[in-house]
């Protein structure tokens, strides 16, 4: 018996081995209970959701909570689409708009350890037409029109992965440059776009930028661009690479640019708010983005906004890089590769109080000193309404999702973090 016993640990502890050196146990686990929180504080959140949802603040969200590689907590409230009184379940399909823009950085950065790039390299050297860049110097709002001053240096990946390259945003963008942008049909990436990315990569490449490249930061299309430089140097679409190189390989099998018809009916329905801030749904032609483009045939892979996805496959995206690049058994990227990713890459006062690394937003000890994120947390979110951090400290993933903007009651979203973080032990 006793020699029985003893071969039964043993041949156990093989596979407990063989499986941590393959990485399995690095997986999220579902079917376990975290010693290390309080499930009692964990379940106020539900009153806190609800409430909003029933004062009509929030028509419908998906949280999750990923606590030391264990799911924590799944949920869906309120509705999907409040017309047919649709439930919101926690398997729901989201436009993550901008939080594309993490998987396209990480994109890059895979390419990068492949020996295709370096950070500092400029990215002429694979689109030519954004050699010699110019600043826009004056601008005339009548017409357009503009003169420029040559820019001192050219624009570098890691210029582009840090939103300091001097490019603009179409439509959501600075007012002067948005308009030449506009002017030159550059896509904002936000919906359906009928155009070659390359073709519109190249026009936005002859455009001035807003300001010297390196000296500031600004949000623009910096990841559109990021995922057309993919396309480039690896010979394949961005919907093909992320499937062969991120989605496949973690098991994100609810990621996609081109929702199936098959899962369109998971698709939560997208609101804005009227003047007195009552919530309705958004129209198809509202800002010129239509919300059905999750499921609209295209070509034109928005690396800055055009992807969907769910909560779970989102938070795996996430433990990967906590994990030190390494997820259900691949190593995606390396460990000293995720940690320059999650480190801060600017000047100080550049972002704020707060920092960005090749990707994300890094929260830095002064903003730690006054929330209950922990200093070197990385986190971004959506245009819809949709938000995400990780904090390798506490080993966490939290994601709270919604789909609606504006949304005049924010607040919830911090709330949810204060209350993530108070039931830790």
């Known amino acids: 018996m006793i020699k029985i016993v003893t071969c039964r640990t043993l041949i156990l502890s093989v596979i407990v081995l063989l499986a941590s050196m393959l990485g399995y146990t690095q997986t999220i686990q579902t079917n376990t209970r975290n010693n290390n929180v309080d499930y009692g504080r964990l379940a106020k959140i539900d009153g806190l959701v609800n409430e909003y949802i029933n004062k009509k603040w929030l028509t419908g969200a998906v949280t999750i909570i990923i606590k030391d590689n264990q799911l924590v907590q799944h949920k869906g409230y309120g509705y999907a689409d409040v017309a047919t009184k649709k439930p919101m379940r926690n398997d729901a399909i989201f436009r993550i708009m901008s939080q594309t823009k993490a998987i396209t950085s990480i994109g890059i950065m895979i390419l990068y350890e492949q020996g295709k790039l370096l950070l500092d390299q400029p990215i002429s050297d694979f689109i030519p037409e954004f050699k010699n860049p110019v600043v826009l110097d004056k601008f005339n709002s009548a017409d357009t029109t503009y003169t420029t001053v040559p820019a001192n240096s050219e624009i570098t990946f890691r210029q582009l992965l840090t939103h300091t390259s001097g490019l603009d945003y179409t439509d959501i963008g600075s007012s002067q440059v948005a308009a030449i942008y506009t002017k030159h049909h550059?896509?904002?990436?936000?919906?359906?776009?009928?155009?070659?990315?390359l073709e519109r990569m190249k026009?936005?490449?002859k455009l001035p930028l807003s300001f010297q490249p390196g000296t500031k930061w600004q949000y623009g299309l910096n990841t559109d661009l990021l995922g057309c430089l993919i396309e480039v140097i690896s010979g394949i679409n961005l919907e093909d690479f992320f499937r062969k190189n991120i989605f496949d390989p973690l098991g994100m099998k609810d990621t996609h640019f081109n929702v199936p018809v098959s899962k369109a009916n998971r698709l939560a329905t997208v609101?804005?708010?009227?003047?007195?801030?009552?919530?309705?749904?958004?129209?198809?032609?509202?800002?010129r983005i239509d919300p059905d483009y999750p499921i609209m045939k295209k070509k034109y892979f928005s690396g800055g906004a055009g992807l969907s996805s769910t909560a779970l496959d989102y938070a795996i995206f996430m433990q990967m890089l906590l994990n030190g690049g390494k997820y259900n058994g691949h190593q995606i990227l390396s460990k000293r590769t995720v940690e320059m990713i999650t480190s801060g890459q600017l000047n100080e006062g550049m972002f704020g109080?707060?920092?960005m690394g090749l990707g994300f937003g890094i929260t830095s000890a002064k903003s730690?000193?006054?929330g209950p994120r922990n200093a070197g947390s990385f986190s971004w979110g959506g245009y819809y309404g949709t938000t995400y951090w990780a904090d390798p400290r506490s080993n966490l993933v939290c994601l709270f999702l919604t789909q609606q903007n504006p949304n005049s009651h924010p607040d919830i979203e911090t709330k949810f973090e204060a209350m993530v973080y108070s039931s830790l032990k």
């Open 203 to 205: 026009a936005l490449g």
């Open 271 to 287: 609101y804005t708010e009227d003047s007195l801030h009552n919530i309705i749904p958004w129209s198809h032609d509202f800002r």
């Open 186 to 197: 550059i896509p904002s990436g936000l919906g359906y776009f009928d155009a070659n990315l």
């Open 353 to 355: 109080d707060d920092n």
């Open 368 to 370: 730690a000193a006054r």
